[in-house]
């Protein structure tokens, strides 16, 4: 699998206030968000995104622009240890074709933030609720999150590495063709492949209450790869 793939498998606050206390609802074994969460989690909410891959800073690669959009395309109930869930399933689409992966990630918003709840594939299933990006959050913080994975020639989903994040600002600015938003950046480092030596720095860029509007990945502080958000949709 290419490099660029593999980043954007792996890989959105107009400056607005983002005080305001977010509410919850109880449900079975998770507090569910009825209005507030990092990512706003509705059926046909969608996040378009371009990518491009840099020299440095400022020595764009020419040839090297893709896009690609993520949507909220349906929600469902889950249960598993006892508990149900309720979980957005998300779809990563490819321009021009728009054919989706065959894949889909179930998410779900709780009070201590967004939780990966699993996946779903035609052939495998896998539900395991884990943190992904905490927030509330405040500079500093760090968790531990099992990354789960789609292998494309097995099929199956599988848990390959456990990355550490951490929370880097809480109002950092970050300029896209969608507008500038003051951000939450969550950071973590991973080995992009086996035969490759470096270990990148990946940075996620997130709004609360409207998602990712960007992310970078650098080698030893170079940037290589940079997404920002150019359009979007929330019901």
């Not at 090297?64 to 959009?69: K, M």
């Amino acid at each position: 699998m290419k490099r660029p793939l593999l980043f954007l498998i792996l890989l959105a606050c107009l400056f607005i206030s983002c005080d305001k206390p977010p509410k919850y609802e109880q449900c079975d074994g998770c507090c569910l968000l009825a209005e507030d969460g990092l990512v706003p989690l509705s059926v046909g909410n969608y996040w378009a995104y371009q990518q491009k891959a840099y020299l440095g800073e400022d020595i764009i690669i020419e040839g090297s622009t893709v896009t690609f959009y993520g949507e909220i395309v349906g929600d469902t109930i889950i249960t598993f240890d006892g508990h149900s869930h309720q979980t957005a399933i998300w779809n990563w689409f490819n321009p021009p074709s728009h054919d989706p992966t065959p894949y889909k990630w179930l998410y779900s918003n709780c009070k201590d933030g967004l939780f990966r709840v699993g996946g779903i594939a035609p052939v495998d299933t896998l539900f395991r609720k884990n943190l992904y990006l905490k927030y509330p959050t405040q500079l500093g913080d760090k968790w531990e999150f099992p990354l789960l994975t789609y292998d494309f020639h097995t099929k199956e989903f599988l848990f390959t590495d456990t990355l550490t994040y951490t929370c880097m600002a809480t109002n950092e600015p970050f300029e896209t063709p969608a507008g500038s938003f003051s951000c939450y950046v969550y950071h973590y480092r991973k080995k992009q492949a086996e035969d490759v030596l470096t270990i990148s720095d990946i940075y996620l860029y997130y709004v609360p209450g409207l998602g990712r509007v960007g992310s970078e990945l650098k080698d030893n502080g170079v940037l290589k790869y940079r997404q920002v958000l150019y359009d979007y949709h929330l019901d």
